[in-house]
Nanobody, 124 residues
Framework: QVQLVESGGTLVQPGGSLRLSCAAS????????IGWFRQAPGKEREGVSS????????YYADSVKGRFTISRDNAKNTVYLQMNSLKPEDTAIYYC?????????????????WGQGTQVTVSS
């Protein structure tokens, strides 16, 4: 049984930083893709970033390039999303998801497993 558990979301001021974690069980990072998505109230779910378990290739949405960094620790079976220079428009529930794929992508419907999400609020 695959389980994804996100953590690290909280209230942060604009310009601040947060690190989100996605701990996976029942899913080996070496053999799939982990993606981070976010959904703000009244908006569609948006692909933020993803990382391949094979070669470590990554994807970033244009809105977060240069500010967010995705990484993985295969020994801990955990993927991280380091978020810097946060903006109010980054406020959303952040979800991690897993897909048995080799190529990074940000298509929500292609992901097989989802976590429950963690709330990130950027506000002064």
């Amino acid at each position: 049984q695959v389980q994804l558990v996100e953590s690290g979301g909280t209230l942060v001021q604009p310009g601040g930083s947060l690190r989100l974690s996605c701990a996976a069980s029942g899913f080996t990072l070496d053999f799939g893709v982990i993606g981070w998505f976010r959904q703000a109230p009244g908006k569609e779910r948006e692909g933020v970033s993803s990382i391949s378990g094979g070669d470590g290739s990554t994807y970033y949405a244009d809105s977060v390039k240069g500010r967010f960094t995705i990484s993985r620790d295969n020994a801990k079976n955990t993927v991280y999303l380091q978020m810097n220079s946060l903006k109010p428009e980054d406020t959303a529930i952040y979800y991690c998801a897993a897909d048995h794929a080799w190529i990074v992508h940000a298509v929500p419907d292609e992901y097989d497993y989802w976590g429950q999400g963690t709330q990130v609020t950027v506000s002064s």
